[in-house]
């Protein structure tokens, strides 16, 4: 290659060179964030933008998620049996875990006292029979002048007195179970109510008496025998203070229990409690829950779902990522999305995180999205544009 030409093809690259050189430092840099109170704007060709996740707000489909509650007899169709007379048991009827009808005796108690309770509900029929034909005698003789008015009036004050010592001797007799006053000492305890015998604290031989009904002292004086009905359940639930405003009774409740992976048992909620426990922060809520299998069992813990009502949904807000929330100056902030590259700092007012995810009752409506990555950032720009 000779001079001329060597010269030639220099000058060629160094004027593509410069004009690459040119071209590359009228290249714009992308513009910054701007940031007006609480809205940060990011240009198109942002690179920050990248760093940024937004997610729709979903409307509430759970009203508690994820509470621990704890299963127990349902008091409706629980009797707890105690002796109502002190005595020896002599044998036991009622085996645990066997169905039994009303009325079905349970145990027999040789007891002193229900003998005692017999001989005075037949003293009290001798003394009313006298009673009676005293008075009788009485006004027959009155009538025949054999007798004075006094005489009479005090034979109808002893048949009086003979007919309430008979009324309370028979109720007293009554309320032992017992209805005619007979010759033995054997008292038959018996149920109250229709259902299963699922607890039972008596042996034979055993010494019982009445004072064992003790309702300050249960952990020392047990019923003699539980019976209850163990295909409904109650359960009680520790739900937090924050919740309250969309429970209400009537909602349905899917309960879980590690005894039994992947089934779900419906229930309700019955009865919201009054008062908060001022340790917890909770509300003691009870529901029943069915138990055909009688799968299911009394003191068992499980686990159980609100579900929401679908009329309620609006009033019950909704649900977003718990890192989407943050805190300042005692507040709660979420960022909203109002267009591509548009955010605003928003209030919000929630409840309990559970699950991941956080309820939103006021500041964040259905469909809107939300910044779940990259809160931090746009906060240090919303703060950054404040001091400025």
């Given at each position: ?6 010269m030639r093809v220099c000058g060629l690259l160094a004027a593509i060179g410069s004009a690459g050189c040119h071209q590359e430092a009228e290249t714009p840099e992308p513009a910054g964030p701007r940031v007006e ?269 609100v579900v929401m009502d679908t009329a309620e949904t609006a009033r019950a807000a909704v649900e977003i990522p718990a890192r989407s929330v943050f805190m300042r100056d005692n507040k709660y902030y979420v960022f ?52 400025s």
């Amino acid at each position: 290659m000779n001079t001329r030409k060597f010269m030639r093809v220099c000058g060629l690259l160094a004027a593509i060179g410069s004009a690459g050189c040119h071209q590359e430092a009228e290249t714009p840099e992308p513009a910054g964030p701007r940031v007006e109170g609480d809205k940060v704007a990011f240009a198109a060709d942002s690179p920050q933008l990248a760093s940024l996740t937004v997610e729709s707000a979903a409307p509430r489909k759970m009203a508690v998620t994820n509470v621990t509650g704890r299963l127990y007899w349902d008091d409706d169709l629980t009797v707890r049996v105690f002796t109502p007379v002190a005595g020896r048991v002599t044998s036991i009827l009622g085996e645990l875990g066997k169905p039994v009808s009303a009325g079905a005796p349970l145990a027999e108690i040789d007891s002193p006292d229900f003998g005692q309770a017999q001989a005075d509900a037949r003293t009290a029929d001798g003394n009313l029979r006298l009673a009676d034909e005293a008075l009788a005698r009485a006004k027959e003789l009155f009538e025949h002048g054999a007798a004075a008015q006094k005489d009479v009036e005090s034979a109808t004050a002893a048949e009086i007195a003979a007919v309430a010592e008979r009324d309370r001797s028979q109720a007293k007799l009554a309320l032992y179970g017992g209805s005619s006053p007979g010759g033995q000492e054997v008292y038959v305890l018996r149920s109250p109510v229709a259902g299963v015998v699922v607890e039972r604290n008596i042996n034979p031989g055993q010494e019982v008496r009445s004072d064992q009904m003790l309702a300050n002292a249960p952990n020392l004086f047990a019923p003699l025998f539980v019976v209850s009905d163990p295909t409904r359940l109650w359960l009680q639930l520790d739900v937090a203070e924050s919740d309250l405003q969309v429970l209400q009774p009537g909602l349905p409740l899917r309960v879980y229990s590690q005894a039994f992976p992947g089934r779900v048992f419906s229930g309700t909620v019955e009865v919201i409690g009054d008062s908060l426990d001022p340790a917890t922060r909770t509300v003691q809520v009870r529901g029943s829950v069915g138990n055909p299998e009688k799968l299911l069992k009394a003191e068992m813990y499980v686990r159980a779902d609100v579900v929401m009502d679908t009329a309620e949904t609006a009033r019950a807000a909704v649900e977003i990522p718990a890192r989407s929330v943050f805190m300042r100056d005692n507040k709660y902030y979420v960022f909203v999305e109002q267009s591509p590259g548009q955010y605003l700092r928003q209030p919000v007012t929630v409840g309990a995180q559970q699950d991941g995810k956080v309820p939103v009752f006021e500041g964040v409506s259905p469909g809107q999205r939300v910044v779940t990555y990259g809160c931090l950032l746009l906060e240090s720009l919303v703060e950054s544009g404040e001091r400025s």
